[in-house]
């Protein structure tokens, strides 16, 4: 496969990054070059294997270079573009950088208790709160770094599968 300036894109939403493709199972993600692998089963989820880390997805939604994608219960959105699109939107003033993160509930259950509260901040694996289902505690813990800007839920609320439960605001991260 020839590495062309169509194979190079930026990926923002909670994070931008830089992504060139160099082969079909090889990219290069921020300078750093990785193994990867696209696979999908038998539930039309996406296996995707970059180096040693497997991450099971949805892609919920595709219109033109907006995704929408959902890992292990938490929704994510991002925009997709190339080079040159990204400076003219700069150059327009018209880049937006979608930088909240819907943590969402992964199976049904009670929350059985909040550990942060509004305007805390988090760290990407903090844990946020715990989720009884089949009677046993599942400790949720965020995927990205930022700010708790709004929590949806309470302690002894029943939620069902996918809820939005906790919104994450990753722009207002303090070193």
């Known amino acids: 496969m020839t590495v062309n300036k169509t194979n190079q894109f930026i990926v923002s939403g909670s994070i931008n990054s830089k992504v060139r493709i160099d082969s079909p199972t090889a990219l290069t993600i921020d300078d750093t070059k990785q193994a990867c692998a696209i696979h999908t089963d ?12 497997t991450i099971r997805g949805e892609l919920i939604s595709i219109k033109q270079n907006q995704c929408t994608i959902s890992i292990n219960g938490n929704t994510y959105q991002l925009s997709i573009d190339n080079q040159h699109v990204v ?7 018209i880049v937006e950088e979608l930088t909240i993160t819907e943590i969402k509930a992964p199976l049904p259950g009670k929350v059985c208790e909040v550990l942060i509260s509004e305007e805390s901040q988090v760290a990407a694996g903090d844990p946020l709160f715990t989720l009884e289902a089949m009677k046993m505690h599942n400790e949720i813990c965020s995927p990205v770094a930022g700010v708790v800007t709004k929590i949806l839920v309470k302690s002894d609320e029943t939620v069902s599968s996918d809820q939005i439960l906790i919104e994450v605001d990753s722009t207002d991260i303090t070193p």
Do not use: F, I, S, T
Not at 87 to 93: A, F, S, V, Y
């Open 42 to 53: 038998d539930n039309q989820n996406y296996l995707v294997k970059v180096g040693n880390k």
């Open 87 to 93: 400076e003219r939107k700069k150059h327009l003033g």
